[in-house]
């Protein structure tokens, strides 16, 4: 492997396409140098978040951010909060009965629908989602604390263009 010191090599993952392109040079390694930054990232931020969320975990978070952003009375039916999480029917009696154990939603019959439930974040569950969010943001920040606003806005511009094509499948 090439020295650390090489100044063309600005990270790890440089220094990994370096080796691959000294015993691969017949191969076009250009996705390395995005998507394996983009996996070393969603490695920190799933530390980042874990440190932030505590003892609610990020499938706890998903859901009480959903029935936050849903706004008063912070209700959604099981199968919107599918919808915004993007998981099964199954997974999601599993969690909510998870946060109901924790007191952190309730669940009762929708008065609209007699076979339907609601389900509604309590001020527990608030108070949760809420610390959660602060300390998320607040070690999101640090991550991207070497970029401008402008370098921000324009990765955030990027990512979206790319993710939008695995959002259509």
């Keep these: 492997m090439q020295s650390k010191s090489n100044p063309l090599e600005r990270d790890e993952v440089d220094r990994l396409i370096a080796a691959w392109k000294r015993e ?12 394996s930054r983009i996996t070393r990232i969603a490695r920190h931020l799933d530390i980042a978040r874990r440190d932030a969320f505590g003892d609610l975990e990020n499938w706890g978070f998903d859901v009480l951010a959903a029935l936050r952003r849903a706004g008063e009375p912070h209700q959604l039916s099981p199968g919107q909060l599918m919808q915004e999480t993007m ?4 997974t999601m009696t599993n ?7 924790l007191q952190l939603i309730t ?3 929708d008065p609209d629908d007699g076979r339907g ?18 300390g998320l943001l607040e070690n999101e920040r640090e ?7 402008k370098d921000r806005e324009t990765l955030a511009d990027l990512l979206s263009k790319l993710v939008t094509e695995f959002d259509q499948e």
């Design 24 to 35: 691969r040079p017949d191969l076009d390694l250009s996705p390395l140098a995005v998507l």
């Design 87 to 90: 998981v099964t029917s199954g």
């Design 95 to 101: 969690r909510l009965d998870r946060l109901e154990e």
């Design 107 to 109: 669940r009762e019959q």
């Design 117 to 134: 439930s609601l389900v509604t974040l309590t001020k527990s569950g608030m108070r949760a989602v809420d610390s959660a969010l602060e």
């Design 143 to 149: 991550l991207l604390g070497t970029l401008s606003a």
